[in-house]
């Protein structure tokens, strides 16, 4: 009897869960055709199409942007300046953090300082990026990097002063080095709340990359806007805004995916959404 009763839970979660999937679908499409209804009831108001443009007119600036293969090229090179950026952070924010937490005199040597740089936002970096790389993908790289470095670091920095004290001495007393600790005690102790710095930090970092295009850039999606914008198209300006909503949704989807491989006790939490 056990396997019919294992197989008609199975089946009635599996029949919950294609409903919930469904519940938020239907939802989603009632968000959108709500907006879409706005939208279009002010595109009439307003009757200008500079200000505010209607759905034909935006369409129509898409299937320009998209005939001419200049939206494909801008998304492209905005999405290798994020995770170039990203990863650049990634990498130097992760072994920092957790050297500091494990290292009381880096610690204090180092944090104080974080603690000064980090309120400063990566806008206002944007005119020493210039002077220092140009207004190539250097100067994205670096504002890309800086505005995922401190939402990897504070999460992941936090997460090692989150170790248990009782996994350090027990890894100790098996004879594990100050290399060992890092690696196979901090690293996977602190690795959910590394994982929540890297989705913040993403989206940071996809945010400043739109705005260092707008003034130091010659492609890319910030860029793409700026120029409509002094033509006068706001059609084309619409597209994209709504392309930099469009992938960074995705891109946060993409990591709650990759969340319920990698920390799968997490992601399938009964709080979680």
Same mark, same amino acid.
């Given at each position: 009897?056990?396997?019919? /009763?294992?197989?008609?839970?199975?089946?009635?979660?599996?029949?919950?869960?294609?409903?919930?999937?469904?519940?938020?679908?239907?939802?989603?499409?009632?968000?959108?055709?709500?907006?879409?209804?706005?939208?279009?009831?002010?595109?009439?108001? $307003?009757?200008?199409?500079?200000?505010?443009?209607?759905?034909?007119? $935006?369409?129509?600036?898409?299937?320009?942007?998209?005939?001419?293969?200049?939206?494909?090229?801008?998304? @492209?090179?905005?999405?290798?300046?994020?995770? /170039?950026?990203?990863?650049?952070?990634?990498?130097?924010?992760?072994?920092?953090?957790?050297?500091?937490?494990?290292?009381?005199?880096?610690?204090?040597?180092?944090?104080?300082?974080?603690?000064?740089?980090?309120?400063?936002?990566?806008?206002?970096?944007?005119?020493?990026?210039?002077?220092?790389?140009?207004?190539?993908? %250097?100067?994205?790289?670096? /504002?890309?990097?800086?505005?995922?470095?401190?939402?990897?670091?504070?999460?992941?920095?936090?997460? %090692?002063?989150?170790?248990?004290?009782?996994?350090?001495?027990?890894?100790?007393?098996?004879?594990?080095?100050?290399?060992?600790?890092? @690696?196979?005690?901090?690293?996977?102790?602190?690795?959910?709340?590394?994982?929540?710095?890297?989705?913040?930090? @993403? %989206?940071?970092?996809?945010?400043?990359?739109?705005?260092?295009? @707008?003034?130091?850039?010659?492609?890319?999606? %910030?860029?793409?806007?700026?120029?409509?914008?002094?033509?006068?198209?706001?059609?084309?300006?619409?597209?994209?805004?709504?392309?930099?909503?469009?992938?960074?949704?995705?891109?946060?989807?993409?990591?709650?995916?990759?969340?319920?491989?990698?920390?799968?006790?997490?992601?399938?939490?009964?709080?979680?959404?």
């Amino acid at each position: 009897m056990m396997p019919t /009763i294992d197989s008609s839970t199975a089946l009635h979660q599996g029949r919950h869960k294609v409903g919930r999937l469904l519940a938020a679908l239907g939802w989603s499409l009632v968000s959108y055709g709500l907006f879409l209804l706005v939208w279009l009831l002010a595109a009439k108001i $307003v009757g200008n199409p500079v200000l505010l443009p209607d759905l034909t007119t $935006v369409l129509a600036s898409l299937w320009q942007l998209i005939e001419d293969n200049s939206l494909a090229r801008d998304i @492209l090179a905005s999405l290798e300046r994020v995770l /170039i950026g990203f990863f650049l952070a990634v990498i130097l924010a992760v072994p920092l953090a957790l050297t500091m937490s494990y290292f009381t005199t880096l610690q204090r040597l180092l944090l104080p300082i974080v603690t000064l740089l980090r309120p400063i936002p990566p806008i206002a970096w944007i005119p020493l990026a210039i002077l220092w790389f140009g207004i190539k993908n %250097g100067s994205s790289f670096f /504002i890309t990097a800086l505005a995922a470095f401190f939402p990897i670091f504070l999460n992941a920095f936090a997460g %090692g002063l989150g170790v248990e004290p009782h996994y350090i001495h027990a890894a100790r007393f098996m004879g594990a080095g100050k290399v060992d600790l890092l @690696l196979r005690v901090f690293l996977p102790a602190a690795f959910p709340q590394i994982w929540t710095g890297l989705k913040i930090g @993403l %989206g940071q970092s996809w945010m400043a990359v739109v705005t260092a295009e @707008l003034v130091a850039a010659q492609s890319g999606l %910030g860029y793409m806007i700026q120029i409509h914008r002094i033509n006068l198209d706001t059609g084309s300006v619409l597209v994209g805004m709504v392309t930099i909503g469009v992938l960074g949704s995705l891109m946060n989807f993409a990591l709650v995916r990759i969340e319920r491989i990698v920390l799968p006790w997490q992601a399938n939490h009964p709080h979680k959404t």
